[in-house]
Each structure stands twice: as structure tokens, then as C-alpha cells.
């Protein structure tokens, strides 16, 4: 029930192209869906997050679809450029002052060509 | 304001030595969380600690390793007696009071066992 499935496992675009990368959860306590991009030999950035209030968030060129119901979270890459090239994460957790650990899912490699 | 701050980056021990692996969380963060990342997969989430309490050590084996955040400096996972098996990135993330679900990473720690 903690697990969070992440596909497909890898990606490539042409620059310009819109990858999506798709997430589902199980735990229904999950509040909060945040998105990391790592590149090599550097630590996952905080790229986007969203709260399950709302179906979209947008951050310049990155979006975040969520679809309560389905359990389903995607990240679209709008006009995508050969620097988004990175593995990106997906990750949910419970909203808590206390703090609680991020569950992530397996990674998405993006390479985008130009 | 200096990120998440981890040393050393990179760390070599032989078989059965012990390693010591360090986390300064970001100025005004007093959350911190150790994840480990083996070769080509996800990060799972290893302990959270707050200042002098560990509050979630789930995902930490049951033998060898342990982790700490004492009052002051930084936080320390230690890994004892290491095997290849340990080899990996050990990252740490840092979280504020009242955002402990916003987590920013450090560059992490990798960690070679021969």
C-alpha cells in the first residue's frame, strides 16, 4: 500500500516534443505529490508539487495533472529543450508538521535530442 | 542560504570498515531525513530525525546501521562493518517547521565498499 508505480522507465523526445511522465499511488492517506528532477552525480531538486485539491498546477514550462479518483498523478514537459535531460522522480507523502518520509517511485530517464 | 550540506561526496572503505556519512540541513531546517539510492534504481527512504530524536527508523536495517542528529552539528549515519551490498548514494534532505513535507536534497554521499 506505501508503493508508488512511476512509468514508462525511460523517454526520449525531440526538443520541442511534450514528454509525460505517469505515476499511480495505492495509499489513499498520501496528501501531497511532489516531483524531483536528478541529474547525473547531483541530488533530486524540487522541481512541482501538488496537493489533491486541485486537477492541475502549473510552473512554467512543467505541469502536474492530478486525478483523485484514479489515484493517478502525470508531470508534462512543455516544449521540452536537451537540458531537461535528467531522471525524474515522483514521490507522495502525508502532510504533517511533524514531517513524515516521501515515498518515490522508480524514475523516469528523459533524454531529449535536439 | 546554503543548501543542504553533506560530506564527504564520495567515500571508499574496504570490506568490514566502518562509515561515517555527514548532513548539515539548510539554515532554519530541523528535519532531517537519510534515503539511500542503489545503481539504476529509486531512493528509499532510510530515518527521519529531529534534533536528539529519531522519529521514524523504518526503512533502516536492523543491524549496523544507525543515525543520529544530536543537539549540535551535524546529523552522522554510520554504517559499520560494511559489505559490498552497501554500496551506494546515501542522500540527506532537510525540512523546515510547519513545511516537514517540503524536503530539499544535498548532493549526497557515494559510497564505495571493495
Known amino acids: 500500500q506505501q508503493q508508488v508505480k512511476q512509468s514508462p522507465q525511460s523517454l526520449i523526445v525531440q526538443k520541442g516534443g511534450i514528454p509525460i511522465i505517469n505515476c499511480a499511488y495505492e495509499n489513499t492517506a498520501f496528501d501531497y505529490f511532489p516531483w524531483y528532477q536528478q541529474f547525473p552525480g547531483k541530488g533530486p531538486a524540487l522541481l512541482i508539487a501538488i496537493r489533491p485539491d486541485v486537477s492541475e498546477k502549473k510552473e512554467g514550462r512543467f505541469t502536474i495533472s492530478f486525478n483523485k479518483s484514479a489515484k493517478q498523478f502525470s508531470l508534462h514537459i512543455m516544449d521540452s529543450q536537451p537540458g531537461d535531460s535528467a531522471t525524474y522522480f515522483c514521490a507522495a507523502t502525508r502532510q504533517r508538521s511533524s514531517g513524515d518520509k516521501l515515498t518515490f517511485g522508480t524514475g523516469t530517464r528523459l533524454a531529449v535530442r535536439p | 542560504n546554503a543548501g543542504v550540506m553533506q560530506n564527504p561526496r564520495h567515500l571508499v572503505r574496504r570490506r568490514g570498515q566502518e562509515a561515517r556519512l555527514r548532513c548539515s540541513p539548510m539554515k532554519g531546517h530541523s528535519h532531517v531525513y537519510w534515503y539511500r539510492q542503489l545503481p539504476e534504481e529509486g531512493l528509499k527512504f532510510m530515518v527521519y530525525l529531529q534534533k536528539e530524536n529519531i522519529i521514524d527508523e523504518s526503512g533502516m536495517p536492523k543491524e549496523r546501521f544507525s543515525a543520529e542528529f544530536p543537539k549540535e552539528g551535524p546529523s552522522i549515519l554510520r554504517i559499520q562493518q560494511v559489505v559490498r551490498g552497501d554500496s551506494a548514494a546515501y542522500f540527506c534532505?532537510?525540512?523546515?517547521?510547519?513545511?516537514?513535507?517540503?524536503?530539499?536534497f544535498g548532493p549526497g554521499t557515494r559510497l564505495t565498499v571493495t
Open positions: 534532505a532537510s525540512s523546515p517547521v510547519g513545511g516537514a513535507y517540503e524536503q530539499y
